[in-house]
């Protein structure tokens, strides 16, 4: 899942160099952690959220299988 955010993120930014991803795994929760660079901030937001909210629709969509919550913090 960690991999999937990043190429989605490199895509879609001026700066791939500087998109981080982390993931911590808690007992029932995955956390995903998007660093990008304050300039492509609203890149990966988008207008009123919808990029923001395509990737977590996509990122829900790939861990339909796992038991766990998966939420992605954008920073």
């Known amino acids: 899942m960690k ?3 990043e190429v989605i993120a490199k895509s879609l930014v001026d700066s791939p160099d500087e998109v981080v991803v982390t ?3 808690e007992a029932d ?3 995903i952690e998007l660093h990008v ?3 492509d901030m609203g890149k990966v937001i988008g207008k009123q959220g ?3 909210k395509a990737i977590r629709c996509v990122l829900k969509a790939a ?3 796992e ?3 998966v939420t992605l913090e954008i920073q």
């Open 3 to 5: 991999e999937l955010i």
């Open 23 to 25: 993931q911590t795994e």
């Open 29 to 31: 929760e995955i956390i």
């Open 37 to 39: 660079a304050s300039s």
């Open 50 to 52: 919808r990029i923001a």
């Open 63 to 65: 861990t339909v299988n």
């Open 67 to 69: 038991k766990k919550k």
